[in-house]
């Protein structure tokens, strides 16, 4: 979910940044709507991920999945900042806002096989339910 919700924000983004200013708004509004579902879903699942796996009996945040998600989520919101302050149109924060947002689609990408991987360990370990 949060793999589509990322890339649905780039894209929208990505077009935004071409339109004139006369067409911006709806897509802005838009694209503020994709970011605000990415980074609440993003921050929900952080706080009740450690919750849920410490109720299942492993340690909450040992796995390379957790890690890179903390990470992940401390960029969303560091991308939300820096969105807000793109709105004074500073060419700076407008690159770094961009690859920014390409740097958490490809640590969303990479959330897919390391939750695979965690998930196949627990079942090895503790057997199918």
């Known amino acids: 979910m949060l793999l589509t919700l990322t890339?649905?924000?780039i894209y929208v983004g990505r077009k935004s940044a071409k339109?004139?200013?006369d067409t911006y708004l709806p897509t802005a509004r838009r694209?503020?709507?994709l970011a605000l579902a990415t980074i609440s879903?993003?921050?929900v699942v952080v706080v009740l991920?450690?919750?849920v796996v410490d109720e299942s009996g492993l340690p909450a945040l040992a796995s390379?999945?957790?890690a890179v998600g903390i990470?992940?989520?401390s960029f969303w919101i560091a991308q939300g900042v820096l969105g807000w302050f793109m709105w004074n149109d500073k060419e700076q924060v407008r690159k770094v806002h961009r690859y920014n947002g390409f740097f958490i689609l490809g640590l969303a990408l990479l959330q897919v096989p390391f939750g695979l991987l965690t998930a196949v360990d627990y079942l090895?370990?503790?057997g199918w339910p």
Request: hydrophobic share 40%.
């Open 124 to 126: 090895t370990y503790y």
């Open 19 to 21: 339109m004139s200013v």
């Open 41 to 43: 879903t993003a921050c």
């Open 31 to 33: 694209h503020i709507t």
């Open 49 to 51: 991920g450690p919750y």
């Open 71 to 73: 990470t992940a989520v």
């Open 7 to 9: 890339a649905a924000t």
């Open 64 to 66: 390379l999945h957790a």
